[in-house]
């Protein structure tokens, strides 16, 4: 069975552009996070969906992060306009709705230069 | 609220030593506690849980935790160091239900094995 897929693995970018994340989480689960994962501040939560309706964004840094769950096969985190400071490893897990276990997918690590 | 309190951000162990890597919690209901494992360039990966039931849960690749309500720890341990056992470990403890079935993640323990 297929794990937690995250696309892109790798994004080089400029600053003021537009950054998208895709997750496509462990089908039947109906948990979604994302993580953002920095040396300086450790792992991060960002926000999280369960059954596709966001539950918690208060881990979101601020008003140019943005995160959409239209199904319950995929997911995306959005960056506009991204900026240098914004340069992580950025995490999707997902997990069934009656447990607390949460299954990571690989992670997007993002550069803005 | 929930947290997690790892002691030592970095842990340096002899190949066929002992493995400790300590864990404190703090919860407002009881808890469920995990520990995941984070080989380099890899997303977290489960290697342990306590739910209810047993307080010693073992896990993948000869890891087990205690679950100590008293002293509020669940400690990671493994007899013997593998050089494959070099990683980041984090402790999670699970939230007030009604707040959902988010984890707190501790800050991480970076293992280096030595020969």
């Known amino acids: 069975d297929a794990g937690v897929i995250q696309s892109p693995r790798h994004e080089v970018t400029e600053m003021g552009q537009e950054v998208t994340l895709r997750c496509k989480p462990i089908s039947g689960h109906n948990s979604l996070f994302w993580y953002r994962q920095t040396m300086m501040r450790g792992l991060e939560l960002l926000i999280y969906?369960?059954?596709?309706?966001?539950?918690?964004d208060s881990g979101m840094p601020e008003d140019r992060f943005s995160a959409k769950m239209p199904n319950a096969s995929f997911s995306t985190l959005k960056i506009q306009p991204s900026e240098p400071r914004d340069s992580a490893v950025y995490f999707c897990?997902?997990?069934?709705?009656?447990?607390?276990?949460?299954?990571f997918g690989p992670g997007t690590r993002l550069t803005v230069t | 609220a929930q947290s997690v309190t790892q002691l030592g951000s970095h842990v340096s162990v002899s190949e066929g030593a002992l493995v400790l890597l300590r864990c404190n919690y703090s919860?407002?209901?009881?808890?469920?506690l995990f520990w995941y494992v984070q080989y380099p360039n890899q997303g977290l990966q489960l290697l342990l849980k306590?739910?209810?039931?047993?307080?010693l849960v073992k896990g993948i690749n000869g890891f087990e935790a205690e679950f100590k309500k008293s002293e509020t720890s669940f400690h990671l341990t493994k007899p013997s160091a593998h050089m494959s056992d070099a990683a980041e470990y984090f402790c999670?403890?699970?939230?007030?239900?009604?707040?959902?079935?988010?984890?707190?993640f501790g800050g991480g323990t970076r293992v280096l094995v030595k020969p």
């Open positions: 999670a403890v699970s939230g007030v239900k009604a707040a959902g079935n988010k984890l707190t």
């Open positions: 919860s407002s209901v009881p808890p469920y």
């Open positions: 306590y739910t209810t039931g047993a307080t």
């Open positions: 969906f369960n059954n596709n309706v966001p539950i918690d």
């Open positions: 897990a997902s997990g069934p709705g009656n447990s607390y276990e949460q299954y």
